[in-house]
């Protein structure tokens, strides 16, 4: 089995990552989708965003490793990358992204509601099998 592979990225909301914060999100792969509302090549910076509850979500990703970055201002995209390991502000979470796909067309509740019924699953497992080992 191949141990030289990157990981898969936790999928996660941009809400989530937020709420969880510069100290939890450090060095973590992450999975995120958001519409791209900037882009600017030269340094390389996207900035992606997602209204969720009410509010509106923002983060930026460094396309350093995707480029050339294939940008539509409005379109949808999904990313996976990591956080750097060295976070100290809230400013500083910035995605440097290894994988990108546009997403235009993707029924985003549709999906988020798959993720977690997803989750849901797994940790009814995790559940289980805890359950049973300590019998």
Not at 15 to 40: F, N
Not at 74 to 92: A, H, L, N, R, Y
Request: one cysteine or more; charged letters at 20%.
């Amino acid at each position: 089995m191949a141990r030289n592979l990157p990981p898969h990225g936790e999928i996660l909301r941009l809400s989530e990552v937020r709420e969880r914060g510069p100290l939890i999100m450090a060095g973590k792969s992450v999975r995120v989708m958001g519409k791209l509302t900037q882009y600017d090549a030269v340094k390389q910076l996207a900035v992606i965003q997602a209204s969720e509850h009410n509010a509106t979500h923002r983060l930026h990703v460094n396309t350093r490793l995707i480029e050339p970055f294939p940008s539509r201002i409005g379109s949808m995209f999904q990313f996976i990358g990591e956080m750097p390991s060295e976070i100290k502000s809230e400013s500083d979470m910035v995605l440097l992204a290894r994988v990108v796909r546009c997403v235009d067309g993707i029924d985003v509740t549709m999906y988020y509601n798959a993720c977690d019924v997803q989750r849901n699953y797994l940790a009814s497992r995790v559940s289980a099998a805890s359950t049973s080992s300590s019998s």
